[in-house]
């Protein structure tokens, strides 16, 4: 059934997904604090929201693409954002936000009757483009129930349990994929050295115990080529590798090869541009070993 959607959040992951939203038959009026994105989001056919309190006017779900907790409570609470939003209506934060943050938001809206659900992905850019994205689902099950075909229209949605776990669930995934990109960068530069052609590396990996989304994706897809457009910045990797770390602190897991890649990927964080792709962390381990 067609629904009336808001959607926050227009850049690389939140653009390819609300055309999906779209082209599955949906409303979707869209917003972003940059013109160029809600442009954009015009020609793939949403309504533009000039502001976010036009977003959440009227809609039935309002689903929210943003940075990071931060600037996720920033919109929530925005003064014209929360009037607009009508009791009902549920927010859909498929952000990677932190999932105590997250409680406590979905907590006080619930205050006021609004729903929340928690829905980050993995997948990337190429994944949001297909509709094939994993999704994390964190919530009550009538509030997921009420979402899920939406969600559906994006990806394959897991419900991973109460409102929160699709965001621990999701940073714990990024602890891990960060973790494999370090070690596979080193492996395959210390192959190199040592006279080994990464192709023939890569395939040996990829049919063996050494297989990893980095080694079947981003080795392959953009860093041997040396385009490193994944599309997913280096510092929100390294946001979601924090809030796993934190997360495992807070329960007193134990944490420390997880608390020593974060140090190793903010030390990268520290050594190239700001925006950055995640992906050329392995540039800037084999400069380093060189340097
Ligand atoms: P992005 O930086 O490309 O897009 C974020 C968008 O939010 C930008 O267009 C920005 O202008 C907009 N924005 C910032 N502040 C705003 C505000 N106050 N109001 C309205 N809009 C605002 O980021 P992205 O790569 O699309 O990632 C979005 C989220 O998805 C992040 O939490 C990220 O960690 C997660 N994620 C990204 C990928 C990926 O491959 N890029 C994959 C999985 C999950």
Redesign the pocket.
């Known amino acids: 059934m067609p629904e009336q959607i808001g959607f926050?959040?227009?850049?690389?992951?939140?653009?390819p997904m609300t055309s999906r939203l779209v082209g599955a038959g949906h409303r979707v009026r869209a917003?972003?604090?940059?013109e160029a994105?809600r442009a954009r989001a015009v020609e793939a056919g949403a309504v533009e929201a000039a502001t976010?309190a036009a977003a959440a006017d009227d809609a039935d779900l309002v689903v929210l693409?943003?940075?990071?907790s931060d600037?996720v409570e920033?919109?929530v609470t925005?003064p014209g954002f929360a009037q607009a939003l009508s009791p009902g209506t549920t927010v859909i934060d498929?952000?990677?936000?932190e999932p105590l943050r997250t409680r406590a938001l979905a907590a006080r809206l619930a205050e006021r009757g609004i729903r929340m659900v928690d829905a980050?992905?993995?997948?990337?850019?190429k994944?949001?483009e297909r509709g094939a994205?994993t999704i994390m689902v964190g919530g009550d099950d009538a509030d997921v129930a009420r979402v899920m075909p939406v969600l559906e229209t994006l990806g394959r949605p897991v419900h991973a349990g109460a409102i929160g776990s699709g965001h621990a669930v999701?940073a714990l995934n990024?602890l891990l994929s960060a973790t494999h990109l370090w070690v596979t960068s080193e492996a395959i530069e210390a192959g190199r050295r040592f006279g080994l052609d990464p192709e023939v590396m890569l395939a040996v990996f990829n049919g063996s115990s050494g297989r990893s989304g980095s080694t079947e994706n981003k080795w392959p897809n953009f860093i041997l080529p040396g385009t490193f457009d994944?599309?997913?910045?280096l510092r929100?990797?390294l946001?979601?590798m924090r809030i796993a770390v934190q997360l495992a602190q807070q329960s007193g897991a134990p944490s420390r090869l997880g608390a020593d890649a974060v140090d190793l990927w903010a030390e990268a964080a520290d050594g190239l541009p700001a925006t950055a792709d995640h992906t050329e962390v392995a540039r800037w381990i084999a400069d380093e070993g060189a340097g």
């Not at 917003?31 to 940059?34: E, K, L, T």
């Not at 980050?120 to 850019?125: E, N």
């Open positions: 926050v959040g227009l850049g690389n992951m939140g653009h917003y972003d604090v940059a994105a976010l693409m943003l940075p990071n600037i920033q919109v925005d498929m952000s990677s936000s980050p992905v993995s997948g990337g850019v994944g949001a994205l999701k990024n994944s599309g997913f910045g929100l990797m946001k979601d």
